[in-house]
């Protein structure tokens, strides 16, 4: 059974920091890039970070580069999301992502990030 499970969310003032992780279970995690979507209140789901399958390479929202980083944690079958210098607009539902292409795409069910003073 395929089960990603976020954890680390929850409410933080402006200019804090929050680490997201994202526990992956029942399929092959060193062998699927993942992802963290984020979605806000009345907006579409938006891909905040992307890092390949062995971590040799991420891509980045423009809104989160030099603030927030991505890592994984292939041996622990873990994907992790440092977010520092938090803004009010980061609040949203984060989303753990696991993709390969021609294969499967799977989701976890969220954890809410919360920042206001």
């Known amino acids: 059974q395929v089960q990603l499970v976020e954890s680390g969310g929850g409410l933080v003032q402006p200019g804090g920091s929050l680490r997201l992780s994202c526990a992956a279970s029942?399929?092959?995690?060193?062998?699927?890039?993942m992802n963290w979507y984020r979605q806000a209140p009345g907006k579409a789901r938006e891909l905040v970070v992307g890092i390949t399958s062995a971590g040799g390479r991420t891509n980045y929202a423009d809104s989160v580069k030099g603030r927030f980083t991505i890592s994984r944690d292939n041996a622990k079958n873990t994907l992790y999301l440092q977010m520092n210098s938090l803004k009010p607009d980061d609040t949203a539902v984060y989303y753990c992502n696991a993709y390969r292409s021609g294969v499967a795409v799977y989701w976890g069910q969220g954890t809410q990030v919360t920042v206001s003073s």
């Open positions: 029942g399929f092959t995690f060193s062998l699927y890039a």
